[in-house]
Every structure is written in structure tokens, then in C-alpha cells.
């Protein structure tokens, strides 16, 4: 009979469902299921047939006592935690229970919330991660706060992935004639569309920037004055069909695990250049400064160095074969198949 593996978040968004879809994906050697909390405003998602799935809706106790419950009466194999309100559970769910836990990038990264906010993050996970528990990280980053959290315990990386979109010859920019410069996800603090708008703005004639998502209004309202062409959300054909069109992926994001959005845009053969940020430098992407000024330099040195532009091309395509499928399985397989007892 197959291990059974509870996937549980209270972050039911794209990446994290994602995230889950895949870890499914490629370990259909183990029963998966989800319980999941669905925030207002927030719609539930398409899974395989093969994934049982459980929605709660209510407070963030309320989903932590129910999610509790469904531990306790489903008695899976492992526990599968996602994203730091569902990390809580690691305080009071049995010490019997084989616990895995994924922070999609840890509240501490945060940089919009105050120092005293943030250290009060720093002092919880430090605490929660006493529990014995795997941690797996998306990015070298990742498990590098794991390690000071807690130096004991399994830290695996499992990296974000993508399936490569290349067959053909990429597609030319349909910019029309201009240099045509892609970014995608939510508008929010974040992702920090603002800083893509500024970057757009230095730039100016010649370059056409296009934003696929939506999200805070008063962003959107700030791109579209800013020249800026705004999608709304795009089925997944529908943003692959772009990326493959584009001539670069600006990732302008203030804080990440390991942004699915950017490996995306790396397997459809778009070459990515990011904001200076922790994360992505341990991804080793190729990084842009950390000021919209920066990075509009480097991205215009992209477009009129050809030698760069082979640079940022071939060091993106390196990012995809760090980040493969059979690398991402490897691991997730073992840590699902080899979770050891927890410490008494």
C-alpha cells in the first residue's frame, strides 16, 4: 500500500498550488491528499483525480484546529507542511507524526515589515524549528536560514522546476520592433511592480515593457500610466506564448524562495536577469543591482552588447539544469521514502 503524504497550507495561492501539483507529479509512487484553508477571494484549484482534497473555511485557529484534527484521524505517513501560518502546526501536532515542512520562502525574508515584526518571526521559527522535522528549501538561500534556525536536522533542497517549452526556434519579439521586456506575478509589495514601472520609465523609447498578472489596483493604475502593458492573469499556454516571444524577463521581486515565474521563463528559452536579492543570487541568476537605475543599465548593456546577451542566455539556461525535474524527484522521493522517526 502506498505512503500517504498530507500536504497542508493556508496559503492556497498559484505558487504554492503549483508547488504541491508537482511535488504529486513526481512522486506518484506515494498517495497524496490536501487540506487547505480558501482565503476570501481566493479560488479554489484544478488537481489530478489522484489527489484527494479538503478546503476549510474559517479563521487561521480554526484552520489550525481542524488541520490538527485531520492529522490525528488520517494518521498519514508524513506530514507535508506549506508556507510559514501552517509551519505553526509544528507546535502541538503529536511528536509521532513525521513532519516536512516547506517555507515558500521564510517570513523573515520579508522586507516591507518592521525590524521588531521581523525579529519576532526570526524568534518563532527558531522555535517551531526545535521540532523535529525535514526542511525543505527551494533555493540554496533557503536552506541556508534553515541551518541558522537549527543546525540539527535534515535539510534537503528540492528545487522549483519547469518543464522546457523549447522545441523550436524561439519565436521573434512581437514588440514591434522594440526590445521587449517581460515580468509576471501578482501586483503586490512583493513583486514590487513599482520597481519594474521605474526600470521602464529610464528606459524609455525603444523598449516595450509587458506585465503579466493582476492584483493591487493602484499598481496596475501606476504600470498602464507608465506605458506599461498589463495581462491580467493568462492561462499557463498563454504565458509560455509570451515568454517564448519576449526578449528578456526582468524578476523585480523584493523578497523570494525560489520564483516559479522566473525558472518558467528560463525553461521557455527566455533569458532572465533579476534584482540584486539573496535568493536569486544563490540561484544563480544573472543579477541586474539593486536599483531600478542598476538594473536598467544592465538591461540596457543586454540589448546592445551581443556578448552579454550570450552571457545572460547561457547562464540562464544553466539555472534550468540545476533546477530539472529528475533533480527536484531525486530528492523529494527520499525524503518522502526515508522520513526517520522523530527524537523522543
Known amino acids: 500500500m502506498a505512503r500517504v503524504v498530507l500536504h497542508i497550507t493556508e496559503a492556497l495561492g498559484g ?29 479554489t484549484h484544478d488537481w489530478p483525480d489522484s489527489i484527494r482534497t479538503i478546503y476549510f473555511e474559517g479563521s487561521l485557529l480554526g484552520f489550525l484546529r481542524s488541520a490538527g484534527a485531520s492529522i490525528a484521524e488520517k494518521q498519514p505517513d508524513v506530514v507535508h507542511l506549506h508556507s510559514s501560518y501552517a509551519g505553526l502546526l509544528r507546535a502541538w ?25 521581523l525579529g519576532i518571526y526570526r524568534v518563532l521559527e527558531a522555535a517551531l524549528a526545535r521540532r523535529h522535522s525535514t ?19 535534515e535539510k534537503v533542497l528540492v528545487p522549483n522546476f519547469a518543464e522546457r517549452r523549447v522545441t523550436t526556434p524561439r519565436e521573434s ?13 501578482r501586483l503586490s509589495t512583493q513583486k514590487d511592480p513599482i520597481f519594474f514601472k521605474n526600470v521602464a520609465e529610464i528606459l524609455g523609447r525603444g523598449y516595450t515593457f509587458t506585465w503579466i498578472g493582476d492584483g493591487e489596483p493602484a499598481m496596475k493604475e501606476a504600470l498602464i500610466a507608465a506605458g506599461v502593458e498589463v495581462t491580467g492573469w493568462l492561462s499557463p499556454d498563454e504565458v509560455a506564448s509570451y515568454l517564448q516571444r519576449a526578449d528578456l524577463y526582468l524578476h523585480t ?6 520564483p516559479l515565474s522566473a525558472i518558467e521563463a528560463a525553461s521557455a528559452g527566455c533569458p532572465v536577469i533579476s534584482r540584486d536579492i539573496p535568493s536569486m543570487e544563490s540561484l544563480r541568476y544573472v543579477l541586474g543591482g539593486a536599483s531600478p537605475r542598476e538594473v536598467a543599465k544592465v538591461v540596457e548593456k543586454f540589448f546592445c552588447d ?5 552571457e545572460v542566455a547561457c547562464q540562464t539556461d544553466a539555472v534550468v539544469s540545476e533546477n530539472s525535474l529528475e533533480i527536484a524527484r531525486s530528492a523529494l522521493v527520499k525524503v518522502y521514502g526515508t522520513v526517520g522517526d522523530p527524537a523522543v
Open 15 to 43: 505558487g504554492i498550488h503549483t508547488a504541491i501539483y508537482n511535488y504529486a507529479l513526481i512522486s506518484q509512487e506515494f498517495s497524496h491528499e490536501v487540506f487547505a484553508r480558501v482565503r476570501a477571494g481566493q479560488q
Open 93 to 117: 501536532i503529536p511528536k509521532k507524526t513525521r513532519v516536512v515542512y516547506s517555507p515558500h520562502c521564510f517570513a523573515i525574508e520579508r522586507d516591507s515589515e518592521h525590524k521588531i515584526v
Open 135 to 153: 526542511v525543505i528549501g527551494v533555493s540554496p538561500r533557503e536552506l541556508a536560514i534553515a541551518r541558522e534556525l537549527n543546525r540539527s536536522g
Open 173 to 185: 519579439s512581437d514588440g514591434g520592433g522594440a526590445c521587449h521586456v517581460v515580468g509576471v506575478g
Open 253 to 258: 521581486a523584493r523578497w523570494e524562495g525560489s
Open 306 to 310: 551581443e556578448s552579454f546577451s550570450t
